[in-house]
């Protein structure tokens, strides 16, 4: 499948694409368009955003297309061996996980809008781009430049190239460090003075570092970091194999403000690249972009990754302790204040995602998995810590859950981590059972404010509730 996105009609917020198809050696071929991303465990529908749909064989014929569920085609081919599917996109919204054009920027997520065909998945792709001379291209390795306005860029299936947002600008700034033989490009749209591209590349290569130094390696050769500044209040990153979406604002406020989103949202986004892109569910391998993936350990995915994000930071110096405990009181308020008494566990929430997990819910139903998983990961952590005298940690856990599930640079392939190889790798770690931690932090309902004060007592810290009940995090001494 070969893949060409431009815009023929920009001012109307219209993305063109043509898909192409080849080896074809059946009558009737079937064309899907993912119904959710990876990264939002919800169904989406972008197929609501296409307005034109047709298909046409190599001599540019059009062939009779029937669209047979909400967001899938059934081709008859007469006999072509190649055909091109052409359609266009409408896309008018700016988030981390979307797509949008006008006459200044292409943003892509090609999640949102690239058909595939059914049977040629998994086949190597290439996906060519249109730019003016002085437009660059953000989040894509491996370009290769035709000539001064035409990039093609390869991809080694269609999960890769799902995979992989971009935006073609030219507004964009650049740079770029490095941490062995990874470079780790930093990209911005938006209204971001270039005066503040050299304490981001110095922070960002700190807590790149401090999250290498866990794991041993970093699962890709080339990284990049690509932000969007709106004029607007927002807060959104998605997570990709090699690359992370990131959309912040608004640009009119302190920008020291902006920079605290700014180190919180890329280090939790960072620690993605190994947990979650590489390191799966087995329930998400491979991804079944046509229907609901469930899975019970999204408190491991986001739970996990939302604790060491600010871990990191604090690790690696770029917060100091102040800041630090500020961002941890924020996910123990989001939890306490808002759904300590939820009638879910973990799991169920994790299952309820493609439900209801990024709306409101009705009162005392759900949790986050990413604040109440924070909190489960952080017991877990100060629990191995006390009974090992520190000599072991989470982060032991981490390791073992990297070198025997994921997937690193050199070629070692997915192979998915069950609920059950995770307990079994955290009893490991503790040299002991942990029947009573699952039983009571992620298969359990009640409160975790107690047990998470019995352990901050060992950092010197607890939570209190002030006369309207709402918690707060204080010092010891």
């Keep these: 499948m070969n893949y060409k996105i431009y815009s023929k009609n920009k001012n ?121 001379e002085n437009q660059e291209i953000a989040g894509l390795n491996n370009q290769q430049k035709l000539n001064d306005t035409l990039v093609k860029i390869p991809f080694h299936d269609f999960y890769h190239l799902a995979d992989s947002p971009f935006i073609v600008s030219s507004n964009l700034k650049h740079d770029f460090y490095e941490v062995g033989d990874v470079k780790f490009n930093i990209w911005f749209e938006g209204n971001l003075s270039r005066e503040h591209l050299g304490r981001i590349r110095t922070d960002f290569k700190k807590f790149t570092e401090e999250q290498i130094k866990l794991f041993g390696e970093f699962p890709e050769k080339e990284y990049h970091f690509t932000t969007w500044i709106l004029p607007v209040p927002y807060y959104h990153g998605v997570e990709h194999r090699s690359s992370t979406m990131q959309v912040l604002g608004p640009d009119s406020q302190n920008f020291e403000e902006l920079y605290i989103d700014l180190l919180g949202l890329a280090s939790h986004e960072l620690f993605h690249t190994w947990n979650i892109c590489k390191l799966r569910p087995a329930e998400l391998l491979p991804y079944d972009y046509t229907k609901e993936n469930y899975f019970p350990t999204c408190f491991v995915a986001e739970g996990v990754t939302t604790y060491y994000g600010d871990l990191m930071l604090h690790r690696s110096g770029v917060f100091d302790q102040k800041q630090y405990f500020k961002e941890v009181e924020a996910y123990y308020k989001r939890h306490f204040d808002h759904a300590d008494h939820a009638s879910q566990s973990l799991v169920e929430s994790s299952w309820d995602l493609w439900l209801d997990g990024y709306t409101q819910s009705i ?115």
């Design 12 to 132: 109307f917020h219209f993305i063109d694409i043509e898909c192409s198809i080849e080896n074809i050696q059946t009558d009737e071929i079937e064309l899907q368009l993912p119904a959710w991303r990876p990264g939002r465990y919800e169904l989406q529908n972008f197929a609501k955003n296409i307005q034109v749909f047709e298909v046409f064989d190599e001599n540019g014929q059009k062939l009779q297309t029937s669209k047979i569920t909400k967001d899938r085609w059934k081709v008859q081919t007469n006999g072509a061996k190649s055909i091109t599917a052409k359609y266009n996109y409408y896309a008018y919204v700016i988030n981390a996980g979307s797509s949008f054009v006008d006459e200044n920027i292409l943003y892509v997520n090609p999640v949102n809008l690239c058909i595939y065909a059914e049977g040629h998945i998994n086949e190597p792709c290439f996906l060519e781009l249109h730019k003016t």
């Design 363 to 477: 009162p005392d139903r759900k949790v986050s998995v990413y604040h109440k998983g924070a909190i489960a990961a952080q017991i877990l952590d100060l629990h191995i810590q006390r009974i090992s005298h520190k000599t072991r940690s989470i982060d032991n856990v981490m390791k073992l859950l990297w070198e025997r599930f994921g997937a690193s640079a050199n070629g070692t392939p997915l192979k998915g981590y069950t609920m059950q190889d995770y307990k079994h790798i955290c009893e490991e770690v503790a040299e002991e059972s942990l029947d009573w931690y699952f039983e009571k932090c992620i298969l359990g309902t009640e409160s975790l404010f107690d047990l998470l004060n019995e352990y901050l007592q060992d950092i010197d810290l607890q939570i209190v509730r002030n006369e309207e009940g709402l918690v707060k995090l204080e010092t010891l001494s």
